[in-house]
């Protein structure tokens, strides 16, 4: 079953949530190896890695000043275009 993602419903999230700009973070799982398409996503921002007991994914936590809440919603797009990523 696939999930469904109401871009709508958390675009109007974010509004109600945030005043833009502002410093979002944005969390990944992706499998290792796969860390530098996450970098790609917001390149001139550091990002903290973590990786799995088993060392098979890695947890990536990236932190951006963001303005707008299209902005956040254009790196969720890109983001799911890397092949098994998990956005939290």
Do not use: C, W
Request: glycine share 4%.
């Amino acid at each position: 079953m696939k999930n469904t993602f109401d871009k709508q419903a958390f675009k109007e999230k974010l509004e109600a949530q945030m005043n833009f700009p502002a410093l979002y973070m944005f969390k990944f799982i992706v499998q290792t190896g796969k860390e530098h398409e996450v970098a790609a996503l917001l390149p001139n921002n550091n990002m903290e890695l973590k990786s799995s007991s088993k060392g098979t994914y890695v947890s990536a936590t990236i932190k951006a000043m963001m303005g707008s809440s299209d902005a956040v919603l254009d790196v969720y797009e890109r983001a799911a275009k890397i092949e098994g990523v998990i956005s939290l």
